[in-house]
């Protein structure tokens, strides 16, 4: 007998929590609504409905990999970032809350041509070009499968003709100069990654860590910046929580201005951002 979607839910509630899930009830109402195609907020007006037994198995097949700790939002291949959904794979960092504080910094100031640096999923250009109406921007990114989901999410949002996309490893295939530089590079050190969360193992490990101290992009990205910075321009990267004074050390050293320390919601440094004054 086919199970009701009531049964469905409670099942895969269960199981989540059971695995030590956080939020278990929160996902299990997104995988069922994923598998059926319904919004969120139909699925308690729909406990009572039989759910066939195509569907009942897509819902356990997603339940089996979420309990093998795959991110949730590469089962349903799509994350909400910043005011849009985007598409996402195992080739793209999974889009985190605290990356939104690099885009609401960013959105501070006046630009018209961006470059993003390790663009990965392209949430984080798309979302400042969505902002800014007249702005165009680059990303660059080293893994041509990121790029071609990132011109995927640019097309979706609408963005296409002002986002350009470029196989480029930092600066090495980049022209120009711009009003604002923002990047999330990978800055989890190797040591740190034996201690992150299982769902970290799913992600591209060349976009988490660099094999080393976790600073080295940073020394790559910030003393090449300015000769890519219109006068008055400024770069902005994300940083690890414990990164805030050593990035912004990197910063003054390489001659910027006014630099500064900005916090997520959580109170942790997240962004450090600072002034090319020529």
């Known amino acids: 007998m086919n199970r009701t979607l009531g049964d469905c839910l409670a099942q895969a509630t269960a199981d989540l929590a059971a695995a030590g899930i956080d939020a278990a009830p929160r996902e299990a109402r997104m995988i ?32 089996a990999r979420r309990l093998m700790r795959e991110p949730l939002a590469y089962i349903l291949g799509k994350r909400a970032f910043y005011n849009h959904e985007y598409r996402v794979t195992r080739d793209v960092l ?12 960013a959105l501070e100031v006046p630009f018209d041509h961006v470059l993003d640096l390790g663009t990965g999923s392209g949430c984080i250009l798309i979302s400042l070009l969505a902002a800014r109406q007249r702005a165009a921007g680059i ?25 350009m996309f470029l196989e480029s490893d930092w600066f090495d295939a980049v022209e120009g100069r ?28 060349q976009a988490l860590t660099d094999e080393g101290d976790g600073l080295s992009a940073y020394r790559t990205i910030v003393p090449a910046a300015r000769a890519y910075l219109r006068p008055g321009a400024q770069l902005m990267v994300e940083i690890g929580w414990q990164q805030g004074d050593t990035v912004a050390t990197l910063f003054r050293e390489a001659g910027f201005e006014q630099v500064t320390v900005l916090p997520d919601l959580d109170g942790r440094d997240r962004v450090v951002c600072g002034f090319c004054a020529s």
Do not use: C, W
């Open 32 to 63: 069922l609504a994923h598998a059926l195609k319904l919004p969120q907020g139909r699925i308690i007006l729909e406990l009572g409905k039989r759910v066939g037994e195509e569907v009942s198995d897509d819902i356990d097949g997603m339940i």
């Open 139 to 163: 990303g660059t990114d080293i893994s041509p499968e990121a790029l071609a989901i990132a011109a995927e999410n640019a097309e979706a949002q609408g963005l296409g003709h002002r986002a």
């Open 178 to 205: 711009y009003d604002l530089i923002v990047s999330n590079p990978p800055y989890v050190s190797r040591d740190e990654m034996t201690g992150l969360a299982p769902e970290l193992a799913f992600e591209p490990r």
């Open 94 to 105: 999974d889009p985190r809350p605290e990356t939104e504080t690099l885009v609401r910094a």
